[in-house]
């Protein structure tokens, strides 16, 4: 169905996810927050409007969301709708896959002006986060990379001057991401979007203070080495987030995601922590405020 949107239309980028929403889980006894969602990003048959969204999350125990802007309108729309609605923070950055796609289509000079948008609007109060950034060598070849790792750059120094939390897209890139944090030098506050490396990847970043962030992928039948990170990583260094309308968990993959799923995620956490759900869902929600304040 159509979503209201906050003065303008939304990213209409489609999320390649089939069929209607799952059902609700039963929710949380202790709230959480959804680090990380595209309210903006339509699904193929089904889309939830804003309102529903924070209904749906809210009855679910997720009465927070930190909604992300990945390129200009995105980022727009994301300021606008956490201006209007105090349950929803903003993050904004040009992802690491769109600064190339600028530089290769518009021009360099686009680049420059799209940079400038996004360090005006990572000054405003609502917006809590620069992100996502960082590097995916999955999508973007081996020509447009130097342009992916100067916008990474230029998005640390951003969080840093604006005191907002970095937050790192990171995909078949870990030790790209890691080499350009320490020459640059990491902001007070990282979150490891959609964490994605093995146990030895957590360490090193758990070492730094960085916190990871887990997603649906947590709960897939082949995500060992992912489950051993979170196991490896501290109850004072760990969100979730659903990055939907993607990575929606166990049984429902494939299926649209939405922030009101997000108990099935900490359940499976929870039981790869050893400790119950609530104590797992307090110190996300302790984290969560720690990094992206209160709202």
Not at 112 to 127: D, F, N, S
Request: charged letters at 20%; hydrophobic letters at 40%.
């Amino acid at each position: 169905m159509p979503a209201p949107h906050p003065g303008q239309e939304p990213h209409t980028r489609t999320a390649r996810r089939d069929g209607q929403y799952p059902p609700p889980p039963p929710p949380l006894r202790t709230p959480v927050l959804d680090s990380h969602c595209h309210l903006d990003i339509a699904t193929t048959d089904a889309h939830l409007s804003v309102d529903q969204a924070l209904a749906a999350s809210t009855a679910a125990g997720v009465p927070r969301l930190v909604q992300v802007g990945c390129d200009l309108t995105s980022a727009r729309w994301s300021v606008q709708v956490a201006e209007q609605h105090a349950a929803i923070v903003a993050a904004v950055a040009l992802h690491p896959n769109e600064a190339p796609r600028i530089a290769q289509q518009e021009g360099m000079a686009a680049l420059e002006a799209a940079y400038l948008e996004i360090e005006q609007l990572a000054g405003h109060p609502r917006v809590r986060a620069v992100g996502e950034t960082g590097l995916d060598f999955f999508r973007t070849e081996a020509d447009g990379r130097s342009v992916q790792e100067e916008s990474f750059r230029r998005h640390i120094q951003l969080a840093k001057q604006c005191d907002k939390t970095l937050v790192i897209h990171d995909r078949d890139s870990h030790h790209a991401v890691l080499r350009v944090l320490g020459e640059e030098g990491a902001p007070p506050r990282v979150v490891f979007h959609c964490f994605s490396g093995d146990a030895e990847m957590a360490r090193r970043c758990v070492d730094q203070g960085w916190v990871l962030s887990f997603a649906g992928t947590v709960t897939f039948k082949n995500a060992d080495p992912l489950r051993q990170a979170l196991a490896a990583t501290p109850l004072d260094q760990i969100l979730v987030e659903t990055d939907a309308p993607f990575l929606t968990p166990t049984p429902y993959r494939g299926q649209p995601n939405a922030s009101y799923l997000v108990p099935l995620t900490v359940r499976a956490m929870a039981q790869v922590k050893g400790v119950d759900e609530d104590t797992l869902a307090a110190a996300i929600r302790d984290v969560g405020q720690r990094m992206f304040g209160q709202f």
